[in-house]
Nanobody
Framework: QVQVVESGGGFVQAGGSLRLSCTAS????????MGWFRQAPGKEREGVHC????????AYADSVKGRFTISRDNAKNTLYLQMNRLKPEDTAMYFC???????????????WGQGTQVTVSS
């Protein structure tokens, strides 16, 4: 059974940093594209950052360019999202997901975690 678990969310002031982690089990981690998504209340889930199975390629949303960095450690079955210069508009539930397509579209991902809340105060 596949399990995806996020951690590292919290409350931070604008301009601060957080690092999210995601561990996945029950699958061959380095066979999968991994992505971070977020969903704010009343809004659709959006792709934030994704990374290819080997880690050589990444893609990101324009809204996080230059501020967020995705990485993965395949030996540890772990995905990371380093978030710097956080803004109030980054406030959302952040989800980790595994999929077969290099994409920022939620519908391209098969396995999802429960999410971790990030709140950025102004």
């Amino acid at each position: 059974q596949v399990q995806v678990v996020e951690s590292g969310g919290g409350f931070v002031q604008a301009g601060g940093s957080l690092r999210l982690s995601c561990t996945a089990s029950g699958l061959i981690f380095d066979d999968y594209v991994m992505g971070w998504f977020r969903q704010a209340p009343g809004k659709e889930r959006e792709g934030v950052h994704c990374i290819s199975p080997g880690g050589a390629a990444t893609a990101y949303a324009d809204s996080v360019k230059g501020r967020f960095t995705i990485s993965r450690d395949n030996a540890k079955n772990t995905l990371y999202l380093q978030m710097n210069r956080l803004k109030p508009e980054d406030t959302a539930m952040y989800f980790c997901a595994a999929g077969s397509k290099f994409s920022l579209q939620p519908e391209d991902y098969n396995y999802w975690g429960q999410g971790t809340q990030v709140t950025v105060s102004s």
